[in-house]
């Protein structure tokens, strides 16, 4: 029987409090204003995320090498996200570029966003590094605050 159970981790960031799922093979969901609540539980998937990404606010990591595992989202959705994991650290991309890039369409920035705003591993699959036509930070699950501070993250040491 391939039964799911879902793990967390809680971590302390310089945007917040994160906590980090796993289903045992992969991370599957990050949620922002988290509070440690004492219920955490480890495996060797998340003890990696919670290293990496502790990695990453300290400005010594770039990439992530973890397994994912999101539990929800359309074979479209995914496709975005995937393309979400080529952008590379400290550059940005807009909506249009990435509808461009997936063969979308005129109006596929639109369908990009949608996506963009569901995905369930944020900072991981780096939906902050999306940006309006005009070079203008647009919706983010965790807010606007936190994707610039992400962004400044990427741009250099200073910021944490």
Known sequence: ???TTDRYAYLDSPIGGLRVHSDGAGITEIDFDAHEDGGESHD?????????????FAGERTTFDLPLGPQKGSAFQRSVWKALCEI????????????????LGPFGARAVGSANGSNPIPIIVPCH??????GTLTGYAGGLE??????????GPGLF
């Open 88 to 103: 590379p650290y400290g550059k940005t991309a807009t909506y249009g570029q990435l509808a461009a890039e997936l063969e």
């Open 1 to 3: 029987m391939n039964e």
């Open 44 to 56: 060797a998937v998340l003890d990696a995320a919670v290293a990496q990404l502790r990695e990453y």
């Open 129 to 134: 590094r999306v940006i309006g036509a005009n």
């Open 146 to 155: 936190r994707k610039q501070a992400l962004l400044d993250l990427e741009q």
